[in-house]
């Protein structure tokens, strides 16, 4: 759909459409999501198998140390009982190790395999591996040394045996397939990173539905922003049924939609209003030198009469329709503190002089408000020039400012709900029933059978001032008997500012005492 304005056309890109290259905030929070947990996973991974690789070794050494501990030990029992030769020592050792699942056992003396113990899960006899026990032998010693058994590395502990009376020598060699063990945690290991991996997955898949259902609001934020035209702006984001940031996004969208809304309604109705109100004017005004006689003085000076009334007339009506304008935006009201007692006679001294009327005040509200004093006043004025208009001279005219309602409980920090009220009495011709519940529209006029006429927005500013203060206007009337107006406005209290302490004539400031 394309839109023309001003001679440009604008046309608005398609909900789904999606510019190159660019990524959506649902991708970015999804992959960061998942590069979040594969960093996490990848790091406990990491840490757990190393941590098992360094158990195993720590493990598998201290198993070897043990045999050979318990080769030491029986030696010197043998020792101490009865000499024995080097070789029923290494048969009474093998004869006593019960080798596990991955060890094997061999005493050698001078080189050749002599004794193992039975049930051996494999032997060392091969000469591969004998050659590399007497390579790794250290005469004296224990080594711990790598050995390549059937292609398979196992870590071993080389003993060299000696017995005091006997030249030959001894070894005694202990193993442990550690190579099949640490391939087990490898295979624990490649487990582990495939659940990861599904996990990732499903988190991936979950994620993205999740927050699809998520971001859906961002996504129509996205086709508003995209759709919305100065002649279209009643499109709303769905609002999601949670309470977190992007509900929150969505309702502060909509209300901003709903204050551009009513701005651009306010502004037609304004340029309406502006356009049929001053269309007549002009009318009258273009009509009467069309039909003035330049030959005839007093014709001409008629023509310049009315239009120097029209021309008033119009800019008493821009003025109005631009107050109107200012009444929807925030700085319209500007509150400062107000004294009640002075307000009325101030309101007095200014209405008095707007017709021979019989004015009179009543006021009985003290203390100081917070309140908008011009906006007020000039309600007020408007009020009384209503009622000078359809009032007859001489009548009498009540000004009345006072407080109503609840008055707060002494020694209790309850404000009361107590408002203002400043209303205007008159004794003129009253306002029919049925035009009670229009005065206040714009453009709205009783006829007061008087040849003073109005804009017909003088009501509607006074609707317009107590909507701004928070309150409200009422009125109550009788044709033939008259009328009253109302402005109830909420009471907002200046905070008493706290007083210095008493100072005595004699006694020094507090800084004073404390220095001498």
Same mark, same amino acid.
């Given at each position: ?11 608005p890109?398609s909900s789904?459409t999606?510019?190159?290259g660019?990524?959506t905030?649902?991708?970015r ?12 996973l ?6 757990t198998y190393?941590?098992?690789f360094e158990?195993?070794?720590d493990?598998?050494d ?8 318990e ?10 009982q009865?000499? !024995?030769g080097l070789?029923e ?7 006593a190790?019960?080798p ?6 061999l ?8 004794y193992q113990?039975? =049930?051996?899960?494999y $032997?060392l006899? =091969? ?8 390579r790794?032998r250290?005469?004296?010693r224990?080594?711990?040394v790598?050995?390549t058994?059937?292609g ?13 009376g006997?030249d030959?020598?001894g070894?005694?060699?202990v193993?442990?397939r ?8 490898w295979?624990s !290991? ?9 996990v990732?997955?499903l988190a991936?898949v ?9 971001m ?6 996205r086709?508003a922003?995209e ?6 702006l009643?499109?709303?984001v769905?609002?999601?049924?949670t =309470?977190d940031?992007v509900?929150?996004l969505?309702?502060?969208f909509n209300?901003?939609l709903d204050?551009?809304?009513?701005g651009?309604?306010?502004q ?7 356009s049929h109100e ?7 005004i273009?009509?009467t ?8 003085p007093?014709?001409?000076a008629?023509?310049r009469?009315i239009?120097?009334?029209e ?14 304008a200012?009444s929807?935006?925030?700085d319209?009201?500007r509150?400062a503190?107000?004294d009640?007692e002075q ?9 008095e002089?707007?017709g021979?009327?019989d004015?009179m005040?009543?006021s =009985? ?8 004093s011009?906006?007020?006043?000039? !309600?007020v004025?408007q009020?009384?020039?209503?009622a ?6 001489g009548s009498?005219?009540?000004?009345r ?11 209790t920090?309850?404000?009361g709900?107590r408002?203002i009220l400043?209303?205007?009495?008159d004794?003129?011709a009253?306002i029919?029933?049925?035009r ?11 006829? $007061?059978?008087?040849?003073?006429s ?5 009501l509607?500013?006074?609707?317009a ?12 009337s009788q044709?033939?008997?008259g $009328? ?10 200046v905070?008493?500012v706290p007083s ?6 004699n006694?020094?400031p507090?800084?004073?005492r404390?220095h001498a």
């Amino acid at each position: 759909m394309t839109h023309e304005s001003g001679g440009t056309e604008h046309t608005p890109r398609s909900s789904s459409t999606v510019l190159p290259g660019r990524r959506t905030v649902r991708g970015r929070v999804l992959a960061m999501m998942l590069a979040f947990m594969l960093v996490g996973l990848a790091a406990a991974g990491a840490v757990t198998y190393t941590s098992q690789f360094e158990t195993l070794e720590d493990r598998v050494d201290l198993e070897l140390r043990q045999e050979i501990d318990e080769l030491t030990l029986l030696a010197q029992q043998s020792m101490d009982q009865s000499p !024995a030769g080097l070789e029923e020592l290494l048969k009474s050792a093998t004869a006593a190790v019960v080798p596990g699942q991955y060890e094997s056992v061999l005493a050698l003396v001078d080189g050749a395999p002599r004794y193992q113990p039975e =049930d051996l899960p494999y $032997s060392l006899s =091969d000469q591969a591996v004998l050659e590399q026990i007497r390579r790794h032998r250290v005469p004296g010693r224990t080594v711990f040394v790598g050995l390549t058994v059937d292609g398979e590395v196992h870590r071993a502990a080389v003993a060299s045996v000696s017995v005091g009376g006997d030249d030959r020598e001894g070894t005694f060699v202990v193993a442990n397939r550690i190579s099949v063990q640490r391939e087990e945690i490898w295979t624990s !290991a490649g487990i582990f990173a495939a659940t990861s991996f599904g996990v990732l997955l499903l988190a991936a898949v979950a994620g993205y539905l999740v927050s699809g259902r998520l971001m859906r609001p961002l996504g129509e934020l996205r086709e508003a922003t995209e759709s919305i035209t100065p002649d279209d702006l009643e499109m709303r984001v769905t609002v999601p049924e949670t =309470d977190d940031d992007v509900a929150a996004l969505a309702r502060t969208f909509n209300t901003m939609l709903d204050r551009i809304d009513d701005g651009f309604i306010e502004q037609r109705r304004f340029m309406s209003d502006v356009s049929h109100e001053l269309r007549t004017p002009l009318t009258i005004i273009r009509g009467t030198f069309e039909t003035t006689d330049a030959t005839d003085p007093d014709d001409v000076a008629e023509s310049r009469q009315i239009a120097l009334e029209e021309v008033e007339r119009m800019d008493k009506l821009v003025t109005d329709l631009s107050t109107l304008a200012k009444s929807r935006r925030p700085d319209f009201i500007r509150t400062a503190p107000v004294d009640l007692e002075q307000f009325g006679s101030r309101v007095l001294a200014r209405i008095e002089h707007l017709g021979t009327r019989d004015w009179m005040l009543e006021s =009985d509200a003290r203390g100081t408000v917070l309140a908008d004093s011009d906006r007020l006043i000039q !309600a007020v004025v408007q009020l009384a020039a209503n009622a000078v208009r359809f009032s007859a001279e001489g009548s009498r005219i009540r000004l009345r400012v006072t407080t109503i309602g609840r008055r707060p409980l002494p020694g209790t920090a309850d404000a009361g709900s107590r408002s203002i009220l400043i209303s205007l009495r008159d004794e003129g011709a009253g306002i029919p029933t049925d035009r009670l519940d229009t005065i206040f529209e714009r453009f709205v006029q009783v006829d $007061s059978g008087s040849s003073v006429s109005g804009s017909g927005l003088g009501l509607s500013i006074v609707r317009a001032i107590a909507e701004g203060h928070g309150g409200r206007v009422h009125v109550d009337s009788q044709p033939g008997v008259g $009328s009253d107006f109302s402005l109830i406005l909420p009471l907002l209290e200046v905070p008493p500012v706290p007083s210095s302490p008493p100072q005595f004539p004699n006694q020094p400031p507090p800084d004073a005492r404390r220095h001498a």
